[in-house]
């Protein structure tokens, strides 16, 4: 903490934050004649009417759930009181006879899967041939505050993964966790496998960890104390809001970052373009009390999944039981769940491990569409009977690619389903009332 803290305290004083000692800034002011600082002072001023409760304009008006991001055709083909489960729409004659069924995390919108058409994973993987479905998290109130980690497994992912059985019958489904939701992903497949639940034909953990001995930054806020207040002012309003999780990850961030953004917009008068991405990551989500508290204590504080200890339906699960082959990614710039981290999925499973480590941090690296300038990956399989190295040497070994990781993760898909056949442009269960269907990107995904 005190190592942490000094290279924050040398970074907000860094000669280049001032202007009388940034010789950049002041050839700036030579150049415009000021102009940069006025530019600057505006931009302070509208940063401030932030700060003060009155938004200014942002720039990301322009993104619109359901309007311009969000739109992969599909439609809600289950609902209960904690998900909403989107079915998307076939773009192509034929598709894999395995659905890919999505369970991204409940601290963030589903849709940083599906933002703009030229960005959105969801829908790329359709364009592959794929039947996809994605759950929608409820936004949970204070009424919701007695719902734990089990709930989200019974109710969240299980009844999910049910429903998507249901609609592609006899089939196996290949399941993706992001972040928390991988997490969560871990979890039940290592009770299905204890209970003889052969349903998931692969696993994809992307930013997911599993064992949480070194959480990163994210640790050093994480321990008896501040645990105790965070169920103490949980417990009085019922969840945690966006604005307290937001102010932890914000403290994560290197001062040098932060600082580098203040003086591009401050003295140079140059505000970065507002994209998808940062409207996403504005619409807020709650934390209900009961499930947070578990999570931080179970899995931080006591690290029981990756121990052994922890008990899902009434027993003690093991990571160890897992067979089915694993894709996990992890990102290189990623400081809520650390690439080293993610890599421990290969000390806890006896299966196949495909891992591939891809530049950007925990949202950027996930959202890196094909194209996207200066994007970067690498990868490297461990069969389930290999050595296990450890992440450096791993590192070492690895095949270096150029470009986005998406296509290297369709084709892993690809070799382990069936020959595609005729897409069934019904969505649902068959016979079903389409009608009654909501379409995507259904309710819950606008609730604050």
Not at 273 to 302: C, G, I, Q
Not at 304 to 316: H, K, T
């Amino acid at each position: 903490m005190v190592s942490f803290c000094a290279r924050q305290w040398c970074d907000l004083f860094s000669p280049a934050n001032f202007l009388l000692t940034n010789p950049e800034a002041l050839q700036r002011t030579v150049d415009q004649g000021g102009g940069n600082l006025v530019a600057g002072f505006r931009n302070f001023m509208a940063d401030l009417q932030d700060l003060a409760g009155s938004p200014a304009d942002s720039g990301t008006d322009r993104f619109q759930v359901g309007k311009t991001i969000a739109i992969t055709p599909g439609a809600v083909v289950f609902r209960n009181h904690l998900l909403e489960l989107i079915q998307y729409a076939p773009s192509t004659a034929t598709v894999r006879p395995e659905p890919i069924f999505i369970t991204p995390a409940w601290i963030m919108k589903y849709y940083v899967l599906d933002l703009s058409p030229q960005n959105s994973l969801i829908r790329y993987l359709v364009a592959q041939g794929y039947t996809v479905f994605c759950i929608s998290w409820r936004n949970v109130g204070a009424k919701d505050r007695n719902l734990s980690l089990e709930d989200y497994r019974e109710s969240g992912f299980m009844a999910a993964l049910d429903a998507v059985t249901r609609v592609v019958p006899n089939q196996r489904v290949h399941a993706v966790g992001y972040c928390l939701g991988g997490t969560l992903l871990s979890i039940a497949a290592a009770a299905m496998a204890g209970q003889g639940d052969d349903r998931l034909a692969t696993l994809t953990l992307l930013a997911a960890q599993t064992d949480f001995t070194e959480p990163g930054g994210l640790g050093l806020f994480i321990g008896e104390s501040e645990v105790n207040f965070l169920e103490s002012m949980m417990w009085a309003q019922g969840y945690l809001s966006a604005q307290q999780m937001a102010a932890a990850f914000q403290a994560l961030r290197p001062m040098d970052e932060a600082c580098g953004r203040a003086t591009r917009a401050y003295l140079f008068g140059e505000r970065s373009t507002s994209n998808d991405l940062v409207a996403w990551n504005a619409d807020s989500t709650h934390m209900p009390y009961r499930m947070h508290s578990e999570y931080l204590r179970k899995l931080f504080l006591n690290n029981e999944l990756a121990a052994g200890r922890y008990q899902a339906g009434g027993r003690v699960i093991a990571l160890r039981n897992i067979r089915t082959p694993v894709f996990s990614l992890g990102t290189d710039a990623d400081r809520i769940s650390p690439w080293r981290s993610v890599y421990k999925v290969h000390y806890q499973t006896d299966a196949d491990v495909r891992f591939v480590l891809t530049s950007g941090g925990h949202n950027a690296g996930v959202v890196s569409e094909p194209g996207h300038i200066g994007r970067w990956y690498r990868t490297r399989d461990t069969p389930a009977s290999g050595f296990r190295c450890g992440p450096d040497e791993w590192l070492q070994d690895s095949a270096l690619h150029q470009g986005s990781w998406w296509p290297e993760w369709s084709e892993w898909l690809a070799q382990r389903s069936s020959a595609p056949r005729p897409a069934n442009q019904e969505l649902g269960v068959a016979g079903s009332n389409q009608s009654a269907f909501t379409p995507a990107p259904g309710r819950y995904v606008f609730q604050r």
